[in-house]
């Protein structure tokens, strides 16, 4: 399972102070822990396809110049020490956004961002090392790498919406390779299952979201989620032919 985020410098950085690094200061809150990235002054962006300003303010607290981001009820991200605010609390934020520039408010002895990272998982929201493998997190530095929450994070009903009858279908030639898949129960981080070559899933409804992508509802043994069927134009799981 994991769980792409994009690390919000845009152009050269490196990380001075790990989240671990900040617990292990005397007296630091867990919950303010972050992962220090340190370079020139630089535009930050958002993190993930598509995400909503939670806060964007000055901090009395330390951080400067502070910007929270939620993205798809999963993800919260936090920047800090920032020259400016970009964005303002509401507005809608994807990896195109930029949030504002890199600096050294608040807090803060050198030119760094302050990362956050936040996961809604076990029913509350946790500050977690975005670098520890266990919390499901991949970092990643181009767009294009990110795998998006998508419609992955509304599980289907437990009683899936029906096509009129359920069809057969299998991953495409093109793809072999896994797709994403919401596993039930419904858990807060998504689940990243594999749907093999060779596989044959039964496909009970579809639906397309924002970004033009089509999800069929599926089931294979206890299994059930939506899988992508076309992503990004290209055909990931094709109806199978019987003969
Ligand atoms: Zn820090």
Avoid at 11 to 27: A, C, E, L, M
Avoid at 189 to 194: E, M, S, Y
Avoid at 228 to 241: F, H, P, T
Wanted: hydrophobic residues 40%; negative net charge.
């Amino acid at each position: 399972m994991a769980v792409t985020v994009l690390w919000p410098c845009m152009q050269k950085f490196v990380i001075t102070d790990s989240w671990q690094d900040h617990i292990n200061r005397p007296g630091y809150n867990a919950a303010y822990a972050g992962t220090d990235l340190a370079g020139a002054e630089q535009p930050l962006r958002g993190s993930q396809y598509d995400g909503r300003v939670l806060q964007a303010h000055w901090s009395t607290s330390g951080y400067g110049y502070t910007t929270f981001v939620e993205y798809g009820g999963v993800l919260r991200i936090r920047n800090a020490h920032q020259k400016n605010l970009g964005v303002k609390v509401g507005d809608a934020v994807n990896p195109e956004t930029y949030l504002g520039t890199m600096d050294s408010t608040g807090n803060s002895t050198g030119t760094h961002a302050h990362f956050e990272v936040w996961i809604f998982t076990g029913g509350a929201w946790r500050n977690v090392d975005p670098l520890n493998p266990a919390n499901g997190i991949v970092m990643v530095s181009l767009p294009e790498q990110l795998q998006p929450l998508g419609d992955e994070i509304i599980p289907p009903a437990s009683t899936l919406p029906a096509f009129p009858e359920p069809v057969r279908v299998r991953p495409t030639a093109a793809v072999q390779s896994w797709i994403n898949l919401r596993q039930q129960p419904f858990t807060t981080v998504p689940i990243i299952g594999k749907v093999l070559p060779g596989q044959v899933w039964e496909a009970y409804a579809s639906k397309t979201d924002h970004l033009g992508n089509v999800w069929f509802a599926v089931r294979r043994g206890d299994i059930i989620g939506w899988a992508a069927a076309v992503y990004a134009g290209q055909l990931w799981l094709e109806v199978v032919q019987d003969a």
